[in-house]
């Protein structure tokens, strides 16, 4: 598998202590109740022979009626829609493409979240040194910042922006499918792609094959989705761990409507697929992958009967499996998060509506019903202190990503709900409270309702007297839920937030100092996206307090000696695209001779958009060819900057490093890019016979990422936010074979 190489390696957690072993609380609706999901219609036959063999699975079609209560085997039902269209429901969040590339950082330690049952065989780890590195340190702001930087750094949308500088015939455009047209794709790209598949059995090339046509499969080529599809199923059975595993997230980035219901029974270790396997039960990891696959499809379908059998197999197996490990629970977590279902009608169903507390809706559906009986299950789940505590650490962000849209009376529901986890009001587990912390900063405000001021209250309140990680999640949280409007379309705490922060930055400790900066970047940086209402004194202020903020950084920035403080007040002052730093910035560069530090600076300063620092940020790529951090970020600062001589330089590095993480590294930005010239010397890279395995892989995985039409990583909905402190293997993992791991 084709992973990110990181100097964040493996997320500290203490062993799992058990199995999944929760069970929803009796405010959680009956399961077998009203409504009885569809089976998906199965993928209709193609002419795309899979080259691994015929493609297995239990997707025969749909039976004649759903049996109530639970199954043990695959679930037939009645006539299900057709996979592609059905109703419209709402859209849920996109699904991304492609996932980000090493970031410099320093965070993590501790042994990884948990042991891998015996039916799970370790995966072999493609060329990667990846995970969180056992001496770091999780509550360093690197690690956070690993994690989310994807939206903030948004490459793609930030090249499109800039003005073409390398001649009238375009060469570089940075937009993906802009560039690349569907047709080149189509006959040219993927067709490469399908021949390594067919004829290559080298791991890592086989995996990156795979995710590479997986991100192709959208806009114009959709429709070739099953087609895709089909082809992954064909190494389903393949006898390399690492490969099957692959077989099954790449229909879920693919998008395959069809596959949904072999997914869903290979999530439920159905006895279909255990015959074909010999009678052996499926390893947890790949149900743990599985669960991952309905949550892509779900995030992206249209399809709200497809959407309703998701939800159904996935609370089925939170509910009745006592055998599903702490993986296939975080997994079903996440991908229930990911599986939007519509909101209930009011009328004649308000004992659905949103404002509907959830005592009033008990016994009133099943989970796959509506958004609110999917909140529900959540809620309950939360409210088991019994559960698994990495599962229940998961919770709060699924909560947090399906409140979108929700009323003002369901999300303050939902943020009381998670204010009773808090210390003071209870005896949480600490990642239960971290990963409360981050869902408060997606739903919180800036008004002064009485919710969102006790939230800030809480927060600051955590800041200085919470477990360590909860006190600098706190800060980042604050500063998320001050750049949002509240329903009124007011923010007057923004200000308040503003100078709570900027005290942390100047009165605290070191590792508070570096969050507090880059929390401020956070605040800025998304305060200046909110559309303009008010160009009255309300509009001054802003501006005022935004250039106050500017000016404390730019005088930290200045004065600080420490290489984590430099690097975390660069990204704040590149978060706030504050073109003052530059001079700043470049005297750092050419004092400090620390590669973490060297990095985030170059990152920086292609953030704030200094054109003048090409020359220094080109001379540092030079020497950055065997330091792989080092490459990634720098080639982002000149990516950023539209620099004319990154692209060649890249495929250079790409077919030169012996470094497997230069080389991903490499292949990272190239995707990122998106730029058109790209195409002809990666497709050569990739059939060539003399080149070596891992440099054809992350070619590969280049020609994906230069082809993919989606601007963020097809990860990075499961990043956000994501409590990695909880992270169990399949999530991400210290080997580089979580779904968070795979380029």
Known sequence: MITRPLVLTTLLSAALAATLAATFAEAAVAHGGTYSPAVPAPAKPTGLPPPGGPAGGTNNGPGDTVPPGPSTGSTPGPTGPKTGGGTSGPSGPSTPAHPSGPTTGGGGGGSKPGPTTPSQPKSPSGPSTAGLADSADPTSWESWWYFNKDRYLELKAHVVALEVTTGSDNDFLGIGHASVDANVVSDRVIPVLLGILEKDRQQDVVTGGMVALARLADGPLSARAPDLARVFAGFADDPNQEISETSVIARGIVGDESSVSELADLLENAAPIRARHGGHAIASRTRAFAAFALGLIGARTHNEDLRRFIVHHIVRTLREDSEATPDVGVACVTALGLTPLAWARNGTEDVHSPATPAAARKGTGTASASRETELDCLLALLADTRGDRWVRAHVPTALARLATGASSAASEEIMRTLLERMPEAAREKDEVVQDCVLALGELGDADRDEIDTKVRATLEGLVIS????????????????????????????????????????????????????????????????????????????????????????????????????????????????????????????????????????????GLVGDASAGPALRALLATARFKPDLLLDTAIGLALLEDPTLVLALIDTLEKANSLASQSAAASVLGW??????????????????????????AAVALGRVCDQDRLPWNAAVAQDVDYHAATPTLTSADGTGVLDIL
């Open 673 to 698: 890019i998106g730029d058109r010239r790209t195409i002809d010397p990666l497709l050569t890279l990739v059939t060539r016979t003399d080149a070596t395995a891992s440099a054809r892989a992350f």
């Open 466 to 605: 919470g477990d360590q990680l909860s006190r600098r999640l706190a800060l980042i949280a604050l500063a998320q839920g001050a750049a949002r409007r509240g329903e009124s379309g007011t923010s007057e705490a923004t200000g308040e937030v503003r100078l709570f922060l900027a005290k942390r930055l100047s009165e605290g400790r070191s590792h508070e100092r570096c969050w507090a900066a880059l929390a401020l970047g956070v605040l800025e940086h998304d305060l200046a996206r909110q559309p303009v209402r008010d160009n009255g004194s309300a509009a001054r202020a802003t501006d005022l307090g935004a250039a106050n903020m500017r000016a404390q950084v730019l005088a930290e920035l200045r004065d600080s000696v420490s290489g984590t403080e430099v690097g975390a007040l660069a990204i704040s002052a590149g978060l706030m695209a504050n073109k003052e730093a530059a001079p700043i910035l470049m005297a750092k560069l050419d004092h400090t001779g620390d590669t973490l530090t060297q990095g985030h600076i170059a990152m920086a300063l």
